[in-house]
């Protein structure tokens, strides 16, 4: 049984996807900590709805014990694409243990038995890491995310395309980072996902060809599907990682290319028991400027 959790120290809670955290957290009357390492993921931790800051680094575990006590619940979401994020996560996990934390919420990815891709083999550790913890555990396995579109909008809207490197007739699922936050809230509030891993889709697995229909039906006018190479849509796309961050991006879209990502929304559908949000309401929020405030408005590019 969940113990009752008032507080949760959530990783992420400044960034591009768990930004959205903590607002579904407040909705469920959870405090949020913040885990933060500089003044300015401090600043945006709190604009998201953060009551309190935890100054902390993932990569330095004798941070984290302070950071952790005296909370209830740790959130955690690895950095994308880093290259040590299974040791990053791996002190989240061992600090909560230390800490006697009541339950640990982790974002994971789809399909992570796919140890093909660095970015799914570091959430593997992770995930065999809470197995065997002891703790109260829910791991979340979002696809591909809605926000992922935010970045590329003003582009899309000014040439008139969407474009990505895989071919435009391979299937992806997709969904909306706040329904993985709501199923995070409801797993700090409840026992009902207790011990459970749960992978995450929208209905639907569209192609491009597909997506460009419902942009140009929201729009009013045709939207074509491009597929440039991966060096020129990285470079048009001023994504903001290093260059082994990238190669791994190459390899997710290079999977894309050769096998698609398709999924299906029972799950997700089951938990928050209500439909999941649709691609294309989220991309009518895109065009009437909706999903470009708040804390989903910066950069993204990919799942992690």
């Known amino acids: 049984m969940t113990a009752e959790i008032d507080t949760v120290l959530a990783v992420g809670a400044h960034g591009r996807f768990a ?3 903590p607002p579904a957290l407040l909705r469920k009357g959870i405090k949020v900590r913040a ?11 709190l604009r998201n709805g953060a009551a309190d800051l935890a100054r902390g680094d993932l990569r330095h575990p004798d ?25 990053m996560g791996l002190n989240m996990v061992r600090a909560a ?14 399909q992570p038995t796919y140890a093909k891709l660095p970015n799914h083999a570091s959430k593997i550790v992770v995930e065999q890491a809470l197995f065997e913890s002891g703790l109260d555990y829910t791991i979340l396995r979002p696809t591909n995310l809605f926000q992922n579109l935010i970045a590329a909008w003003p582009t899309i809207v000014k040439t008139a395309t969407f474009a990505e490197p895989f071919p435009a007739t391979m299937r992806v ?9 709501e199923a995070a809230a409801i797993a700090f509030s409840s026992n009902r996902l207790s011990y459970g891993a749960f992978d995450l889709c929208a209905d639907g697995s569209p192609d491009r060809d597909e997506i460009v229909a419902l942009m140009s039906a929201v729009l009013g006018r045709r939207i074509a599907a491009a597929e440039p190479g991966f060096d020129t849509w990285a470079a048009k796309a001023h994504l903001p990682y ?12 290079a999977h894309y290319a050769a096998h698609g990502a398709p999924g299906n929304g ?20 895109l065009a009437t400027g909706q999903s470009l405030t708040g804390p989903d408005a910066q950069p993204m590019m990919a799942r992690s």
């Open 97 to 110: 243990q230390q800490e006697g934390v009541a339950k640990f919420v982790y974002s994971s990815v789809i």
């Open 35 to 45: 885990l933060v390492r500089d003044d300015v993921a401090a600043a945006a931790a």
């Open 242 to 253: 290093d260059p082994a961050q990238i190669e791994v991006l190459r390899q997710v879209h």
């Open 173 to 181: 699922a997709r969904v909306d980072y706040r329904d993985v936050a």
């Open 266 to 285: 029972l799950v997700l559908r089951a938990i928050l028991g209500r439909e999941p949000r649709t691609l294309q309401a989220f991309i009518q929020e």
């Open 19 to 21: 930004g959205l955290v």
């Open 63 to 87: 941070t984290l014990l302070a950071a952790v006590r005296g909370v209830q619940g740790i959130f955690h979401i690895g950095p994308a694409f880093a290259p040590d994020e299974a040791e």
